[in-house]
């Protein structure tokens, strides 16, 4: 990294004192010697057997005094040049600390380069706690929009069920009931994905068929589908992955229930293929696929394609970044491109475990 090949701080500042003192030795020593061979030249002292006499030491100690406070000069010029942008950095950690993340550290263009570089990396380090916490007021802001429509209308209805508006019937407690599980499908997204964010989202890796688990899944999901005017269209090899089963069966349950809400109705298609090495296992549906100016941000949180036609099917902008948490956790590839028929073609990849089996 960058501040591993550096010099230490500690190192450029003993460096720079080191220079300091040698710089007052020479100005002292060659200045009081030259300046006293010029005062014996003109005024030539009386002979004697001293080795020093009282006059030497008073034109030494005069010349010392003089030679010193150029040194000192140069040293407080020096140790300005390295204490400024230390004390605009302590200033703006202590404001950070105090809650103003927008504070900044200075460094003047005269700083030595390991202060100015030491001031660069706190304000980056600065810029993206600040990043961190606008996230943060978002994810927050846009988890309280998302749990506060299920709760109105579940308080709205039991409330009405209460006063006699509305009869508690199968068809109003069905729908109760349909809110409900919406509400805990969020919280259950948002768990994978801040579990996956963490790094704590645990995971059973074990030798798994993904063939026979796409199979039954599907099996499970073709009367809903039906229902809806959609069928599967399953193209599976024969493979051995080493995943966590469950997860892998949420993330494809996720990508179908993508493409119930936003496919036109017609084939879903799940295929299972071994390339060089790699299970990549894909997810496609006949169109129209996610809009250019989105599919840079498809996988981020809450992004979505159509909030209006999401509110209508239950979609809460969280199954594609659920898919992504899962195969990061993984250590698998996660991408998207258009299929060749237009649609949306989802491939999830999971690394050189692959085993392709015999029939």
Same mark, same amino acid.
Do not use: C
């Given at each position: 990294?960058?501040?591993?090949?550096?010099?230490?701080?500690?190192?450029?500042?003993?460096?720079?004192?080191?220079?300091?003192?040698?710089?007052?030795?020479?100005?002292?020593?060659?200045?009081?010697?030259?300046?006293?061979?010029?005062?014996?030249? /003109?005024?030539? *002292?009386?002979?004697?057997? @001293?080795? !020093?006499?009282?006059?030497? +030491?008073?034109?030494?100690?005069? $010349?010392? =005094?003089?030679?010193?406070?150029?040194?000192?000069?140069?040293?407080?010029?020096?140790?300005?040049?390295?204490?400024?942008?230390?004390?605009?950095?302590?200033?703006?950690?202590?404001?950070?600390?105090?809650?103003?993340?927008?504070?900044?550290?200075?460094?003047?263009?005269?700083?030595?380069?390991?202060?100015?570089?030491?001031?660069?990396?706190?304000?980056?380090?600065?810029?993206?706690?600040?990043?961190?916490?606008?996230?943060?007021?978002?994810?927050?802001?846009?988890?309280?929009?998302?749990?506060?429509?299920?709760?109105?209308?579940?308080?709205?209805?039991?409330?009405?069920?209460?006063?006699?508006?509305?009869?508690?019937?199968?068809?109003?407690?069905?729908?109760?009931?349909?809110? /409900?599980?919406? *509400?805990?499908?969020?919280? @259950?997204? !948002?768990?994978?994905?801040? +579990?996956?964010?963490?790094?704590? $989202?645990? =995971?059973?890796?074990?030798?798994?068929?993904?063939?026979?688990?796409?199979?039954?899944?599907?099996?499970?999901?073709?009367?809903?589908?039906?229902?809806?005017?959609?069928?599967?269209?399953?193209?599976?090899?024969?493979?051995?992955?080493?995943?966590?089963?469950?997860?892998?069966?949420?993330?494809?349950?996720?990508?179908?229930?993508?493409?119930?809400?936003?496919?036109?109705?017609?084939?879903?298609?799940?295929?299972?293929?071994?390339?060089?090495?790699?299970?990549?296992?894909?997810?496609?549906?006949?169109?129209?696929?996610?809009?250019?100016?989105?599919?840079?941000?498809?996988?981020?949180?809450?992004?979505?394609?159509?909030?209006?036609?999401?509110?209508?099917?239950?979609?809460?902008?969280?199954?594609?970044?659920?898919?992504?948490?899962?195969?990061?956790?993984?250590?698998?590839?996660?991408?998207?491109?258009?299929?060749?028929?237009?649609?949306?073609?989802?491939?999830?990849?999971?690394?050189?475990?692959?085993?392709?089996?015999?029939?």
């Amino acid at each position: 990294m960058k501040m591993e090949t550096r010099a230490g701080l500690s190192r450029q500042i003993l460096i720079a004192m080191s220079a300091i003192t040698i710089l007052a030795g020479v100005l002292v020593f060659f200045g009081s010697y030259l300046v006293y061979s010029a005062i014996v030249a /003109v005024y030539p *002292l009386p002979e004697t057997d @001293e080795w !020093l006499t009282s006059l030497d +030491l008073v034109i030494f100690a005069a $010349l010392i =005094l003089g030679t010193l406070p150029i040194a000192a000069l140069v040293a407080l010029r020096l140790a300005r040049r390295i204490l400024d942008p230390l004390e605009s950095l302590a200033r703006s950690a202590r404001q950070i600390a105090a809650g103003d993340l927008s504070a900044r550290a200075a460094a003047s263009d005269k700083a030595l380069g390991e202060t100015a570089s030491l001031v660069g990396d706190f304000n980056t380090m600065a810029q993206r706690l600040q990043d961190m916490a606008a996230d943060m007021a978002l994810w927050n802001a846009t988890i309280a929009h998302e749990l506060r429509t299920p709760l109105t209308i579940l308080k709205g209805r039991l409330q009405g069920i209460i006063d006699g508006v509305f009869e508690p019937d199968e068809r109003t407690l069905r729908r109760l009931i349909l809110q /409900v599980d919406g *509400l805990a499908r969020l919280v @259950e997204d !948002l768990r994978t994905v801040t +579990l996956a964010d963490s790094g704590h $989202l645990d =995971l059973r890796i074990v030798p798994t068929r993904l063939d026979r688990e796409l199979e039954e899944l599907a099996e499970l999901m073709a009367p809903d589908l039906a229902s809806d005017g959609f069928h599967l269209t399953l193209e599976l090899d024969d493979i051995v992955v080493d995943a966590d089963a469950t997860r892998v069966r949420q993330a494809v349950l996720a990508l179908i229930s993508n493409a119930r809400r936003h496919a036109i109705r017609g084939a879903i298609t799940i295929s299972l293929k071994a390339v060089d090495g790699t299970a990549v296992l894909a997810i496609s549906d006949e169109g129209p696929g996610i809009d250019r100016n989105l599919a840079g941000r498809a996988f981020e949180p809450f992004v979505r394609g159509d909030p209006d036609r999401a509110k209508e099917t239950g979609g809460n902008g969280l199954g594609l970044s659920v898919v992504r948490a899962i195969m990061e956790a993984h250590g698998g590839s996660l991408r998207y491109r258009t299929a060749p028929g237009g649609g949306a073609l989802f491939e999830m990849g999971f690394g050189a475990s692959a085993v392709p089996r015999a029939r």
